[in-house]
Structure formats: C-alpha cells, structure tokens
C-alpha cells in the first residue's frame, strides 16, 4: 500500500474493475491529498479516484479524457462542516479544481477534486453538480 494509511488501494482503484489504481495515481497529487488530510485532521473517504477511459465515459459527461482519467482527481464523500472546510482549505495545498455535490441524502454527498491545469481544463475552477 502506497499511500497507507490514509488512503486504500480499493479506494484508489477504478470502479469497473481494470486494474488501474493506486499505483497510477500521480505522487505530486497524492502528496497534496495527504497534506490537505492532515490539515484537516479528520479522514477523506473517496468514493471515485483513478478512472479507465470506458469506465469514465459511463459515469460522467466528460468522456474519455475527464479529470480522472489524469489520475490527478478524486471524489471525497462529505457534507456539512467538513465539506466547507474541505473547500476553504483545498486551494491552499494545490488544487485547481473543486466541484461541490451537496444536495440529496447525506451519503451521497461529495466533494470533486483536481490539481489540473489550463489548457486542457479551465483553472482555477469550481463549479456545482
């Protein structure tokens, strides 16, 4: 395990079942992660983080080419206090991108995000789901 013990390998892996995961994470990505969890000091759980092209495509809009697919994007499980601070602290530590998924039940709730750069995606973003 990579980046134990904050992080999971299941939690870092593709949904579908590819095999891609942990180990295609980006570090530079990883290392702020873990930072922004130590900030914090509460756990990140991530619900999506490496993503296949296929496996992208059929789950969000972007396609084959979204956030995910750079291994540079994760999804955090997360609302109410925790989600703000989540947000008021991640540009701090690198991350470009912050998408916000705070309506419906409580466990479906997240935080989307990414350290990308222009030009391929705007940035510095945030956007609402």
């Given at each position: 395990?990579?980046?134990a013990?904050?992080?999971?390998?299941?939690?870092l892996?593709?949904?579908?079942?590819?095999?891609?995961?942990?180990?295609?994470?980006?570090?530079?990505?990883?290392?702020?992660?873990?930072?922004?969890?130590?900030?914090?000091?509460?756990p990140?759980?991530?619900?999506?983080?490496?993503?296949?092209?296929?496996?992208?495509?059929?789950?969000?809009?972007?396609?084959?080419?979204?956030p995910?697919?750079?291994?540079?994007?994760?999804?955090?499980?997360?609302?109410?206090?925790?989600?703000?601070a989540?947000?008021?602290?991640?540009?701090?530590?690198?991350?470009?991108?912050?998408?916000?998924?705070?309506?419906?039940?409580?466990?479906?709730?997240?935080?989307?995000?990414?350290?990308?750069?222009?030009?391929?995606?705007?940035?510095?973003?945030?956007?609402s789901?």
């Open positions: 395990m990579i980046y013990p904050y992080f999971s390998p299941q939690e892996a593709c949904r579908c079942g590819c095999g891609i995961g942990e180990a295609n994470m980006r570090p530079r990505f990883m290392a702020r992660l873990i930072a922004l969890r130590k900030r914090l000091g509460f990140l759980n991530i619900t999506s983080a490496a993503r296949c092209p296929a496996h992208n495509s059929r789950v969000s809009g972007t396609g084959p080419h979204g995910h697919t750079t291994f540079r994007a994760v999804d955090i499980r997360v609302s109410g206090a925790h989600a703000l989540v947000v008021s602290e991640a540009p701090r530590f690198g991350f470009t991108g912050v998408g916000v998924a705070q309506k419906g039940p409580h466990g479906k709730r997240f935080i989307h995000l990414d350290d990308l750069e222009p030009p391929h995606f705007p940035r510095p973003g945030l956007w789901y």
